[in-house]
């Protein structure tokens, strides 16, 4: 059969850690309370990890779930791609290591450091390999050990960022041409601006300090952009796809901030009801944020076979994207 090649969401996985630090724990070291951070975020609780867990553990267990979801095995696996601002080492990558514990033991592995936009990018980028069809079958992971990069002592981040994964599998099928009514990614948009670089970004690094460094962000300033440029992605995502932004099912947007969220949402007329936000509970875990709120969506039933989902995020670079999904 001659057609085009479509990239099918085949199934997906999440894990968090199983540590929970509420508000009320984070407000006997800094200057803070629950209420300012329910208020002003929608963030309740975060998970983090454990001093003997990493990047590359929360990714296997999310991608093990997802292969399940899936039904497919290691053998199968020929491309993985990993979303991540915590990679375990600075080199290899954490795909690469993410690959041997799952013993996949083909094609290639790598990871893609956009920030909170990673698994956006991620998946645009599964998307064109696989399309392209040098590739058939990808793991697209999100993780994120954000506790790692936090200042403690800085209450205006450090309430904000929480650990956990999440991944989609994702197969080539090749089929007609069918405007979008079968299931498979139907577009993507992706954008950075250097020019914001200072607004969010880690203040160490091997070319630079040496070390880790820290998170920094100028939090008002990223709001006040964050809310024009999502918008503006979700609807070049949905006029690609020729669809209207009000046909979608569901939106699930980076978990950022409850009130970006919202506001998006109002911005572009979605009804309430099909917003995703699993904010409350996870904070914000950056590339893991989206396939994590599409997997809790998924297992509690709400998300079905064929309905249209959009995704979204923005963050550091400042970077930002969008992805429309019949899933
Ligand atoms: O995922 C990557 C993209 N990141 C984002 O999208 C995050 C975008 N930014 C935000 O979510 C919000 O800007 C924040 C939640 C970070 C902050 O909310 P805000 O409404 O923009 O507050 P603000 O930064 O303007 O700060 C208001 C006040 C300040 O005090 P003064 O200067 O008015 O006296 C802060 O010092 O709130 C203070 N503040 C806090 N107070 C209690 C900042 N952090 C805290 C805190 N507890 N944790």
């Given at each position: 059969m001659s057609g085009d090649i479509v990239s099918v969401v085949e199934g997906c996985g999440g894990y968090v850690p199983d540590r929970i630090l509420t508000n009320a724990e984070i407000a006997t070291f800094v200057d803070t309370t629950d209420d300012w951070i329910q208020s002003r975020t929608g963030i309740s609780e975060r998970r983090v990890v454990s001093d003997d867990e990493s990047t590359s553990d929360l990714g296997v267990r999310a991608a093990q779930a997802a292969m399940a979801d899936a039904g497919v095995d290691a053998d199968d696996i020929d491309l993985i791609i990993v979303a991540t601002t915590t990679p375990d080492l600075t080199f290899p990558a954490t795909a690469a290591i993410i690959q041997r514990k799952l013993a996949v033991a083909r094609g290639a592995a790598f990871d893609v450091q956009a920030v909170c936009s990673g698994f956006v990018y991620a998946l645009t980028t599964a998307d064109m390999f696989l399309k392209s069809g040098s590739h058939q079958c990808a793991l697209v992971i999100g993780a994120e050990t954000m506790s790692r990069l936090m200042d403690w002592n800085d209450r205006t981040t450090c309430v904000l960022f929480g650990d956990g994964a999440g991944a989609v599998v994702l197969r080539a099928e090749e089929r007609p041409h069918t405007n979008g009514a079968d299931r498979g990614v139907l577009a993507t948009h992706l954008r950075t601006d250097g020019?914001?670089?200072?607004?969010?970004?880690?203040?160490?690094?091997?070319?630079?300090?040496?070390?880790?460094?820290?998170?920094?962000?100028?939090?008002?300033?990223?709001?006040?952009?964050?809310?024009?440029?999502?918008?503006?992605?979700?609807?070049?995502?949905?006029?690609?796809?020729?669809?209207?932004?009000?046909?979608?099912?569901?939106?699930?947007?980076?978990?950022?901030?409850?009130?970006?969220?919202?506001?998006?949402?109002?911005?572009?007329?979605?009804?309430?009801?099909?917003?995703?936000?699993?904010?409350?509970?996870?904070?914000?875990?950056?590339?893991?944020?989206?396939?994590?709120?599409?997997?809790?969506?998924?297992?509690?039933?709400?998300?079905?076979?064929?309905?249209?989902?959009?995704?979204?995020?923005?963050?550091?670079?400042?970077?930002?994207?969008?992805?429309?999904?019949?899933?």
């Open positions: 020019q914001f670089t200072e607004l969010l970004f880690v203040d160490g690094g091997a070319s630079s300090t040496q070390d880790t460094g820290f998170l920094r962000m100028q939090g008002n300033q990223v709001f006040r952009r964050a809310v024009d440029l999502i918008s503006d992605a979700v609807r070049v995502a949905a006029n690609d796809a020729q669809i209207a932004v009000t046909d979608i099912d569901w939106f699930v947007p980076h978990q950022a901030n409850k009130r970006i969220i919202d506001a998006v949402g109002r911005k572009l007329g979605i009804r309430a009801e099909s917003v995703v936000e699993t904010v409350a509970h996870h904070g914000n875990t950056s590339a893991a944020s989206i396939p994590l709120a599409l997997h809790a969506a998924v297992s509690d039933g709400r998300i079905k076979r064929g309905d249209l989902v959009m995704m979204e995020a923005m963050g550091g670079g400042l970077s930002w994207g969008a992805a429309l999904v019949r899933y």
